[in-house]
């Protein structure tokens, strides 16, 4: 990216007084003097009137985010914050407005859902208990296969398995300074391994004489191999993205920490949904005619439902702190209050307060899409290849794209829970106004920045995989002494790996969204707060200046 000159001072004389307290008297948000920033000036910020021009930069000839003489930029849509202070917290009103519980009802669903699959448990972990005392299903250690599946606690497995996530957190962590020193040249990288990646498997394929695939991946590596000509000008502003974002993580080690929490609850509370789904088989299942009456049928939807819910209210918890740490960050860090002393659990406190009935709402959304699908999926299982199954294959198609379109705009809705305590339905639809406004940019950053998290996380399970692979081979453990579990052991470790990579990337992931969403909506903040990086980013993406409405 060329070298980007300050402005010139003539053309940003500094107002006697911040433009958003002019006409009124200073209170003490703004008493000190800020930095200059007039997004109502008709000639400095070169913004265009062609959209394509506002998304991808100043015409041919004219370096990014340099003034555009004759050029009038559109009227400044967003109403400048104040600068006043929220009495009851301390922060200013418009990142914090006064707390507020929404959509309570989602959330006394939600805990009665979950109450009634606790108790559920209860009946299931007894059946087991009482099954495995009397010997039905669980023969002693040692005869058949059992045994050898003991082993996996045994000290060599866990072993194993320890070598796998120490070798995945190694990775992530080496990963993330990568990141974090040289975003430019990842972006880059990441990107053309994608398209290599996708060759690559197209000529597998091709080799394996499995046409259709190979078809498949081919259009997607030249699919994707084109679209490095549209998406190289978006790479300077992801660059600033990524390396603002990772700067601002490091500064909060708590965000990981809550990260690597939420990976844990969610693999704690997997093992006890699995633990449930095997009592309720235990209790219901037929095992003289070898059919699944439709009671158990029924329950085991319900199980589905509850795990998916439960899960995704998880998953949003730690998404919408995460994303309270960083947008605290943009509006406070810099300014006369400065930062509060602990953000994380000021944020976390929030996201189970305030939040949680907007996180409910918006995961049970979610949670209804994939149990939907979960069904379709067995009645595809079931149709034999018929007409019923191409039917339930047309089903499942439709309900993963609109899963895919709800998950998506639900990340950035949940940021205008964080940010701005809104409702769920608010948040959805304000998201939905960004993704009108700026859908282009925002969908072509997350893009570049996720496929450099998704390339990390293949590359730290294949050497999560190696490292397991090596200690099975030289040390050879009893329970896999003939070599039966290596396959599956490795690949075990591979998706280890893979996932402690990924939730490094979630905390990016959060902070590269919520940070967009602030700033469609309140350029004008950091221009005040930390104006050097404001300006890094207004040369890489001039139409920041202008607030989405």
């Given at each position: 990216m060329a070298q980007y000159n300050p402005p010139d001072q003539q053309k940003y004389p500094p107002p006697q007084q911040p433009y958003y307290a002019q006409g009124q008297q200073q209170n003490a948000y703004n008493a000190q003097q800020q930095p200059a920033y007039n997004p109502n000036a008709q000639q400095q910020w070169g913004l265009h009137q062609d959209p394509q021009q506002q998304y991808f930069g100043a015409p041919s000839g004219t370096p990014q985010g340099q003034p555009i003489t004759g050029v009038v930029p559109p009227a400044?849509?967003?109403?400048?914050?104040?600068?006043?202070?929220?009495?009851?917290?301390?922060?200013?009103?418009?990142?914090?407005?006064?707390?507020?519980?929404?959509?309570?009802?989602a959330f006394f669903l939600f805990i009665a859902q979950f109450a009634a699959f606790v108790v559920l448990s209860g009946f299931a972990?007894?059946?087991?208990?009482?099954?495995?005392?009397?010997?039905?299903?669980?023969?002693?250690?040692?005869?058949?296969?059992?045994?050898?599946?003991?082993?996996?606690?045994?000290?060599?497995?866990?072993?194993?398995?320890?070598?796998?996530?120490?070798?995945?957190?190694?990775?992530?962590?080496?990963?993330?300074?990568?990141?974090?020193?040289?975003?430019?040249?990842?972006?880059?990288?990441?990107?053309?391994?994608?398209?290599?990646?996708?060759?690559?498997?197209?000529?597998?394929?091709?080799?394996?004489?499995?046409?259709?695939?190979?078809?498949?991946?081919?259009?997607?590596?030249?699919?994707?191999?084109?679209?490095?000509?549209?998406?190289?000008?978006?790479?300077?502003?992801?660059?600033?993205?990524?390396?603002?974002?990772?700067?601002?993580?490091?500064?909060?080690?708590?965000?990981?920490?809550?990260?690597?929490?939420?990976?844990?609850?969610?693999?704690?509370?997997?093992?006890?949904?699995?633990?449930?789904?095997?009592?309720?088989?235990?209790?219901?299942?037929?095992?003289?005619?070898?059919?699944?009456?439709?009671?158990?049928?029924?329950?085991?939807?319900?199980?589905?439902?509850?795990?998916?819910?439960?899960?995704?209210?998880?998953?949003?918890?730690i998404h919408v702190t995460l994303a309270?740490?960083?947008?605290?960050?943009?509006?406070?860090?810099?300014?006369?209050?400065?930062?509060?002393?602990?953000?994380?659990?000021?944020?976390f406190k929030r996201a189970c307060t305030t939040s949680i009935g907007s996180i409910c709402f918006g995961s049970l959304i979610i949670a209804v899409i994939q149990t939907l699908r979960a069904v379709v999926q067995i009645l595809r299982s079931d149709g034999n290849g018929g007409f019923l199954a191409f039917i339930a294959c047309i089903i499942d198609c439709f309900l993963s794209c609109m899963q895919g379109v709800i998950e998506y705009v639900n990340k950035y809705a949940f940021c205008q829970v964080a940010i701005y305590g809104k409702a769920y339905i608010p948040a959805a639809r304000d998201t939905w106004t960004i993704l009108k406004d700026r859908g282009i940019v925002q969908i072509?950053?997350?893009?570049?920045?996720?496929?450099?998290?998704?390339?990390?996380?293949?590359?730290?399970?294949?050497?999560?995989?190696?490292?397991?692979?090596?200690?099975?081979?030289?040390?050879?453990?009893?329970?896999?002494?003939?070599?039966?579990?290596?396959?599956?052991?490795?690949?075990?470790?591979?998706?280890?790996?893979m996932q402690m990579l990924f939730t490094v990337g979630t905390v990016i992931d959060s902070g590269v969204a919520t940070t967009f969403v602030c700033l469609a909506e309140d350029p004008a903040a950091l221009a005040r707060t930390k104006p050097e990086l404001f300006e890094r980013?207004?040369?890489?993406?001039?139409a920041v200046v202008q607030g989405v409405n």
């Open positions: 400044y849509e967003t109403a400048p914050y104040d600068g006043t202070i929220n009495p009851d917290s301390g922060l200013p009103a418009k990142f914090n407005p006064r707390p507020r519980y929404n959509d309570c009802w972990i007894s059946k087991i208990n009482e099954n495995r005392q009397s010997g039905i299903y669980y023969p002693a250690p040692g005869q058949g296969n059992s045994g050898v599946a003991l082993g996996f606690f045994s000290k060599s497995g866990l072993i194993t398995m320890l070598i796998a996530v120490l070798t995945g957190a190694v990775i992530s962590v080496l990963y993330f300074m990568l990141t974090e020193a040289f975003p430019r040249q990842v972006i880059k990288v990441t990107f053309a391994l994608s398209i290599i990646a996708y060759l690559a498997i197209a000529i597998y394929y091709f080799i394996r004489g499995l046409w259709m695939p190979a078809i498949f991946g081919l259009i997607f590596g030249i699919l994707y191999a084109s679209m490095w000509f549209f998406w190289k000008s978006r790479i300077p502003f992801a660059t600033e993205m990524l390396r603002a974002v990772t700067s601002i993580s490091k500064k909060y080690p708590a965000t990981f920490v809550l990260a690597f929490l939420g990976l844990f609850v969610q693999i704690a509370y997997s093992v006890y949904f699995v633990v449930v789904i095997s009592g309720c088989y235990e209790m219901y299942y037929d095992k003289d005619t070898g059919t699944t009456p439709g009671k158990l049928q029924a329950l085991i939807v319900c199980c589905f439902f509850s795990f998916y819910w439960t899960s995704q209210v998880i998953k949003n918890i309270g740490v960083f947008a605290t960050y943009y509006f406070m860090a810099g300014s006369p209050q400065g930062m509060s002393k602990s953000p994380t659990c000021a944020s072509i950053n997350d893009n570049l920045i996720g496929n450099v998290w998704a390339m990390g996380a293949i590359m730290s399970g294949c050497f999560s995989g190696l490292a397991s692979y090596l200690y099975l081979r030289f040390e050879n453990p009893p329970f896999n002494s003939n070599g039966e579990f290596t396959y599956v052991i490795v690949v075990m470790a591979f998706v280890m790996g980013i207004r040369a890489t993406w001039p």
